[in-house]
Nanobody
Framework: QVQLVESGGGLVQAGGSLRLSCAASGPTLDGYALGWFRQNPGTDRDVVAAVNWWSGDSPWYEDSVKGRFTLSREYAKSTVYLQMNSLEPEDTAVYYC???????????????????WGQGTQVTVSS
């Protein structure tokens, strides 16, 4: 069973940057899709970005983060990163990494399709 551990959250001023990491342990990530989600108390957990680990396809991004966030993969470390630039107070949330088997090479964006979750990391953007 794949396990995920996020890191890299913190407090940053508006306009600043953070890089989140999601390190996977256990079996290979081949055949998996990975996603970054975020959630504030009392609200839904929303997808931010997603990618299929091995398909080579470009990552998918939610509209509000396009051009500001970049998802990348480091195969040797079984790690995905979320580089977040030009952060806004509206980006404040707990950020979660998630994984799901997707042998067909698809990249789900629905949180209900993901069945492996990390513990989350808090990102706070001050105005």
């Amino acid at each position: 069973q794949v396990q995920l551990v996020e890191s890299g959250g913190g407090l940053v001023q508006a306009g600043g940057s953070l890089r989140l990491s999601c390190a996977a342990s256990g079996p290979t990530l081949d055949g998996y899709a990975l996603g970054w989600f975020r959630q504030n108390p009392g609200t839904d957990r929303d997808v931010v970005a997603a990618v299929n680990w091995w398909s080579g396809d470009s990552p998918w991004y939610e509209d509000s983060v396009k051009g500001r966030f970049t998802l990348s993969r480091e195969y040797a470390k079984s790690t995905v990163y979320l580089q977040m630039n030009s952060l806004e107070p509206e980006d404040t949330a707990v950020y979660y990494c998630a994984a799901v088997r997707s042998p067909a090479g698809l990249t789900p964006t629905d949180k209900f399709e993901y069945d492996i979750w990390g513990q989350g990391t808090q990102v706070t953007v001050s105005s």
